[in-house]
């Protein structure tokens, strides 16, 4: 199962890689989302999976709870994070009337 | 945003009260089964968010005439404030008691800070998810 | 009791109660209030001249980051209090003369704030024993320098005065701080007291001499020794009152205290004895020579000013010497010449501020400072004019006046160096008396220009802004008073050399006070028919002559003309600095966010990949894992299959939903993972995300089919997947690598603890509320910043609806 969810998460990451790279700043952002995902992925993968009950007192031998609470504070601020960007990128477009990342470059010297 | 759709305004009133129930439910539970401050603000937040998309934004601010701002500034000092109130008490800022009380009629209750420290999570989070939506959509 | 270090933190505390009283009180001039703040000082400090001339030294400490050593101790001793006073008595002084110097149209507000600032950091380099403590002080006063030298920032010489000043201080200050770093690691403390104790064990450590040559770096650029002097005549463009007190009297001394503080540690040493007393001979002749072609009378004061700091420092070279010699008679006589340092620093601080002050007064009352305008004001300014002839004469060492006496002890400690036979003395030596000599009789020919040119000679009233006439009698006040401590010391010299310098050289050669030797000296202006008596004669000769054949030598100059100078090699390197930069930059910040991301993402690749295999760290010993349901198959790989497919959405709802299937997919396999925390707020979460990116939506375009060239195409996707294979075999790799064991089993305990039985929300909200706090704080954060993005511009609209 580790690996699998590794592996997942690579391939999330491909997607994302490549997203960012793109001109479009609507991709750019849906590639920040995924890299979080990945990122969740990835941190829930090295703390061993399913080796417990889930992380309740009195359930079992719970698996390990660190990651979860991690994930949990990256999952609300990954909201934040794709909020705030795609105000800027729509607040960009209105402003300059583009969302194309080679269009926005602005003057030499700036 | 204007939708003129009587069932799904039908269920959307019926639902939201389910959403909300279901709110405050996470929200008290999340200290022993799954649930908190995040989940239950979040669940509270999507509840509002449904209203404002069957509804129009001016009706819903007519009956809740809140200002979302306020409500996240105010969990914000809410989380932050316990940190300092335990430095009045002469612990370590952020540190949380609990302790257990016997009540008429309920039985033995636990009390603890935490309730207080999350409930400042779950009214940032309200407050600033509803904040961004309606900021959004209300932009010309 | 810490009323010390109380007395550092005084000016600052008026620094920030000035702006205060600036707005309320308007009837008053603000600098009335000001002025008791260096007065209370002064007459503090001066209670406490009996304990410290008995020999005792004051030390006081506030701790301040006690778990790396770094405290701030106040130390007094005979040096710190000598700094001290001048700081405090000169800082009086001039505030009193800026009263009338500034009119109240001008932000007094922030003059006495950045001066109150200076003060402050002033006394806190004299007086901190810790040098990491020093060292923010140290730049302090250079910051607050700046800030003062731009005061009349719409000026462009000011700025850039200011910027030249900034620059060349906070670069050997930062020197300054490598070589305090250094002796920091030698001796193992951050106190200056115990690094003077200790010097014994580290003078034969590799980094002894880098350190000596880096603290010496920072001191000869705070006190303008050359080749660092060229920032002083620039900085000549701030008031003349701070050029009186931080360019003459105190801020260009603190190189000269540091020199004189560390001498116990590195004094003794060949390479401190010839840099310090080299570099200081030399900017003597420097200074003395270009302060004679100035014709702008501060100018010629800044180049003075050059000159005589470097008189001084080769002072404290000279006597550096009688530590290498160690405690003898013979090496007694070397420790003169630190003596006369001494001595010499505060009547330069007397004199100087003086004429500063003059030339103050006499800009302000004809509007110019050029001597080839000024002439004939003897009669129009006769106080003036008496004050500045003791000024200079005290300046060109004659009698009866202070100069006069530090001069002779100057020339009469050159004349001993000759006699030495270490460091190469026997040889070179006799070089230090003759550019001494030559030196002093440039000071004599600018000190008689400065006078003559002022106010001797034709009137010239058609060439001046007004009419020549006395200032308003308080601003002749302070002038005054430095005017008669100039003969004061002449005839009294001796009240000083015991009570401040003598306990002051005690703090300069521990080693010999504690052999019970007596390092103090009686000053006396007869000395007989000896030699320095005949030099100060020939001074005088050779000056009246050189002066009187002016434009017979002054050809001289054109060997050294402008375009060759110091000056201009610093514009040039700082230009070149800045156009090679900005083309070097352009070259590769494209203002193309793929490019960056190219950048990052290569790095990434290279190095982290290349960390990987390069250590062989790819040898994975997967753990045991756990079982794959049919229906986890089922879910990782369609996952995966979305993922793929948003690659080729054509259109944005497509790619939200996609994005939301992922979305929900983790949700799921948080589920199966065993959180069920995790997949209750990724629901709710992904629903509300991808209702904000509907909203957003509304106002976003379509997205269109980017038109990237094929090869671009292959290059992002070549990347892409180069990134992920790293990722993905580092992520594997890190999983058969467990260098530590889990800490979970702490939070096992969550009932106990935090009495929760949810192990994850104690974490949050208890274990780790920290983190959870700051959290809440950013999301507010995030919140407000959207509001603002979106209401701002509703507001400029607003706005201009106003203007039309």
Do not use: C
């Not at chain 1, 705030?84 to 269009?103: F, M, P, W």
């Not at chain 3, 949700?667 to 990724?682: C, Y």
């Not at chain 3, 009932?751 to 507010?780: H, K, P, Q, S, W």
């Amino acid at each position: 199962m580790e690996t699998l969810v590794t592996i997942l998460a690579g391939v999330l990451v491909t997607v994302a890689t490549y997203l960012l790279l793109s001109k479009s700043l609507i991709r750019v952002i849906i590639g920040t989302a995924i890299l979080t995902h990945a990122a969740h992925l990835l941190i829930m993968v090295l703390a061993e999976l399913k080796t417990g009950t889930v992380p309740i007192v009195g359930e079992g031998d719970p698996v390990d709870p660190l990651p979860q609470a991690l994930i949990l504070t990256s999952i609300v601020i990954g909201f934040a994070v794709t909020a705030v960007s795609l105000v800027l990128a729509y607040r960009t477009y209105q402003e300059i009337g583009t969302d194309k990342l080679d269009e926005l470059r602005g003057e030499p010297d700036e | 945003m204007k939708i003129n759709n009587i069932i799904l305004r039908t269920v959307a009133k019926l639902v939201f009260f389910i959403i909300l129930t279901l709110a405050v439910y996470l929200f008290f539970a999340g200290h022993n089964s799954p649930g908190g401050g995040f989940s239950g603000g979040l669940v509270l937040a999507s509840a509002l968010v449904l209203l404002f998309i069957v509804y129009d934004i001016e009706t819903i601010q007519k009956g809740l005439p809140i200002d979302f701002k306020l409500v996240a500034a105010f969990g914000a000092f809410l989380s932050v404030g316990t940190g300092f109130g335990a430095l009045v008490f002469g612990a370590n800022f952020l540190t949380q008691a609990f302790d257990y009380f016997d009540i008429p009629f309920f039985g033995e209750i636990e009390l603890t800070t935490v309730t207080i420290f999350e409930a400042g999570v779950a009214l940032a989070v309200v407050g600033v998810v509803v904040t961004i939506l309606l900021s959004i959509s209300e932009d010309e | 009791m810490s009323t010390l270090v109380l007395a550092i933190f005084i000016p600052f505390l008026a620094a920030a109660i000035i702006p205060f009283l600036y707005k309320y009180i308007k009837n008053i001039h603000v600098g009335w209030f000001v002025i008791l703040v260096p007065t209370g000082l002064f007459i503090y400090l001066a209670s406490l001249i009996p304990d410290i001339s008995g020999g005792e030294a004051i030390v006081q400490t506030i701790n301040w980051i006690p778990s790396y050593g770094i405290n701030i101790t106040a130390y007094l001793d005979g040096l710190s209090l000598t700094l001290a006073l001048l700081i405090s008595g000169v800082g009086a002084l001039v505030i009193l003369y800026s009263i009338y110097y500034l009119s109240l149209k001008e932000p007094i507000g922030t003059f006495y704030t950045y001066l109150m600032l200076f003060m402050g950091a002033m006394l806190g380099v004299v007086m901190s024993d810790n040098m990491l403590v020093l060292y923010v002080f140290w730049e302090l006063t250079s910051i607050s320098s700046f800030l003062l030298i731009a005061f009349w920032y719409q000026r462009k010489r000011s700025r850039e005065g200011a910027k030249k000043s900034l620059i060349i201080t906070v670069s050997g200050g930062i020197s300054m701080l490598v070589g305090f770093i250094m002796i920091g690691a030698m001796a193992n403390t951050w106190s200056i007291r115990e690094v003077i104790a200790e010097v014994a064990s580290i003078s034969d450590h590799a980094l002894f001499i880098p350190a000596l040559l880096l603290v010496l770096l920072g001191a000869f650029t705070k006190s303008a020794q050359f080749p660092f002097h060229i920032w002083l005549p620039d900085a000549m463009e701030a008031p003349t009152p701070v050029s009186a007190y931080l360019h003459s009297a105190t801020m260009v001394k603190a190189g000269i205290y540091l020199v004189a503080r560390f001498t116990p540690v590195f004094g003794g040493e060949a390479v401190w004895f010839w840099a310090v007393t080299g570099v200081g001979i030399f900017t003597l002749f420097w200074g003395s020579f270009n302060a004679v072609r100035q014709t702008d009378l501060k100018a010629l004061l800044a180049y003075s000013t050059i000159s005589q700091l470097g008189m001084i420092m080769s002072m404290f070279g000279m006597g550096s010497a009688a530590l290498h010699l160690g405690y003898s008679d013979e090496s007694m006589v070397y420790t003169g010449a630190t003596f006369a340092a001494l001595f010499h620093l505060v009547n330069h601080s007397t004199f100087k501020g003086a004429l500063f002050m003059v030339v103050g007064v006499v800009d302000h009352s004809v509007g110019t400072r050029d001597i080839r305008r000024l002439g004939g004001l003897i009669t129009l300014m006769p106080i003036t004019f008496t004050i500045a002839t003791i000024g200079s004469m005290s300046m060109a060492g004659l009698p009866p006046f202070n100069g006069f006496l530090s001069k002779e002890m100057f020339f009469i400690s050159t004349l001993d160096i000759t006699e030495a036979s270490f460091f190469g003395l026997g040889t070179w030596g006799i070089i230090i008396p003759i550019v001494a000599w030559i030196a002093s009789v440039f000071t004599f020919v600018y000190s008689t220009v400065f006078v003559v040119k002022t106010f001797l000679g034709p009137y010239k009233e058609e060439k001046l802004e007004h009419p020549a006439h006395e200032p308003k009698p308080g601003m002749l006040i302070s002038p005054i008073v430095l005017g008669l401590l100039v003969i004061i010391f002449f005839f009294v010299p001796n009240v000083i050399g015991k009570n401040l310098i003598t306990p002051a050289m005690s703090g300069i050669f521990p080693t010999f006070a504690a052999e019970g030797a007596d390092l103090g000296t009686d000053i006396y202006a007869w000395h007989g028919f000896e030699p320095e008596l005949f030099m100060t004669i020939g001074v005088v000769l050779f000056g009246a002559l050189l002066f009187f054949s002016r434009k017979y030598w002054s050809g001289i100059y054109n060997l050294f003309p402008e375009k060759r100078s110091i000056n201009v090699f610093y514009g040039f390197v700082l230009d070149q600095m800045e156009d090679k930069s900005t083309v070097i930059t352009n070259k590769y910040m494209t203002r193309y966010l793929r490019d960056y991301m190219v950048y990052i993402f290569a790095f990434f690749i290279l190095v982290v990949g290349g960390t990987f295999i390069y250590t062989e760290a790819y040898q994975f010993t997967l753990p045991e894992n756990a079982t794959i349901s049919v229906f986890e198959w089922l879910i990782v790989l369609s996952m995966m299959a979305t993922g793929i497919t948003i690659l080729f959405a054509q259109s944005r709802l497509t790619a939200i939903v996609l994005n939301s299937i992922l979305g929900f997919g983790i949700a799921i396999l948080f589920v199966l993972l065993r959180a069920p925390d995790l997949a209750l707020t990724q629901t709710v979460i992904e629903a509300v995300t991808t209702v904000l990116f509907l909203v957003a939506y509304y106002f976003l375009p379509e997205l269109e089919k980017e038109n990237t060239s094929k090869k671009t195409k292959s290059i992002n996707l070549f990347i892409s997947i180069g990134v992920g294979v790293v990722f993905t075999a580092v992520a594997l790799g890190v999983q058969g690598n467990r260098g530590f064991d889990t800490i979970s089993g702490f939070f096992e305990n969550s009932y106990e603890l935090a009495g929760g039985n949810n192990m994850v929300n104690a974490i949050l909200g208890d274990f780790r509320a920290f983190d959870t706090m700051l959290e809440v704080v950013v999301l507010l954060i995030a919140g407000i910043g959207i509001y603002t993005m979106i209401r701002v511009k509703a507001k400029k609209e607003s706005d201009q609806i106003e203007d039309k």
